[in-house]
């Protein structure tokens, strides 16, 4: 694994594993030139760079995908051992988190929609246990990674703007389906059109604000996730460049506090997705 100035590690613990697409005649980081356009993996930042926007961070997909199999893993396996006799811890948790996201969707959904609740809590426990990761000493995974042969290789998917504006993404599309599903295309354009100000003199007004306000919505739910959590990977990294007696006695307050962080970056995001699609479902009817 690299090691070399504390620069180069900061850089090093932040670069993605990246599987892209190199143009024929790219001059490698070892100096060999590629003779045809071909599909590899990156060897530093530079190149993942050049593979542009079809390039994919092989390590997020990874774990975001590991860290949803192992939600769906954990509560089916509480649901097929459910008991009302003496439940088990595991199942305590699982029935708190569920009456949790209950009530989240009772207080903020006003609309009626039997997918937003099981949405709400896929998207909670999915963060939560993606954030989760940070937890795990930022050396570990790595050393396993690059005893492999693999040179990068982050594990916290949420410190990628990639995997929070996939999540976003996916919020955004729901809002547009559910706007237009339950609003119709007319009623949903008389909405932008007549939001805030219902006159028809302000409409160009009212789209330039409402478009942007739409479109800010997934981008805040993105930046908002991933900058809390790069700012907490960041400082993880900063104290592990510090001598080993100085690091237990800052990583484990920062991992305790940590453990708040995660939960409530993972309870906002639900909570504003929520809030959103309860929006996208109110249908005010016909404006003048």
């Known amino acids: 694994m690299a090691a070399g100035t504390p ?4 850089k090093h613990h932040l670069t993605n594993l990246t599987y892209g697409k190199l143009p024929e005649g790219y001059e490698r980081a070892d100096g060999t030139v590629v003779e045809e356009a071909t599909w590899t993996m990156a060897r530093n930042g530079q190149e993942a760079m050049d593979m542009g926007f079809m390039a994919v961070h092989v390590d997020t997909m ?3 995908i590991a860290m949803g199999l192992l939600f769906l893993g954990l509560f089916r396996f509480v649901a097929k051992n459910a008991t009302t006799d003496t439940p088990s811890g595991l199942q305590n ?3 708190m988190t ?15 929609n039997p997918i937003i609740a099981p949405l709400a809590l896929t998207m909670f426990v999915w963060i939560f246990l993606m954030n989760s990761l940070k937890l795990i000493p930022v050396d570990y995974i790595p050393s396993i990674a690059h ?11 949420t410190t990628d703007p990639n995997g929070t504006f996939g999540i976003a993404l996916g919020v955004f599309l729901l809002i547009l389906f559910y706007s237009f599903k339950v609003k119709g295309a007319g009623g949903f354009a008389k909405e932008l059109s007549f939001t805030p100000f219902n ?20 981008i805040s739910l993105a930046l908002r996730l991933f900058g809390n959590m790069y700012a907490g990977e960041v400082i993880f990294i900063l104290i592990a460049l510090l001598p080993l007696w100085i690091q237990w006695s800052l990583n484990v307050p920062w991992a305790i506090f940590h453990l708040l962080v995660i939960t409530l970056q993972a309870f906002i995001f639900t909570t504003l997705a929520v809030v959103y699609l309860s929006a ?9």
């Open 98 to 112: 569920v009456e949790f996201i209950q009530n989240i969707v009772r207080d903020v959904f006003h609309g009626k």
């Open 147 to 157: 005893a492999m042969g693999l040179e990068y290789f982050k594990i916290v998917p």
């Open 199 to 218: 006159h028809w003199s302000l409409v160009p007004f009212n789209l330039v604000l409402e478009l942007l306000g739409l479109i800010i919505k997934p």
């Open 62 to 64: 990874g774990w975001s």
């Open 93 to 95: 948790f699982v029935e």
């Open 280 to 288: 996208a479902h109110e249908d005010h009817g016909q404006v003048t």
């Open 7 to 10: 620069v180069e590690y900061i």
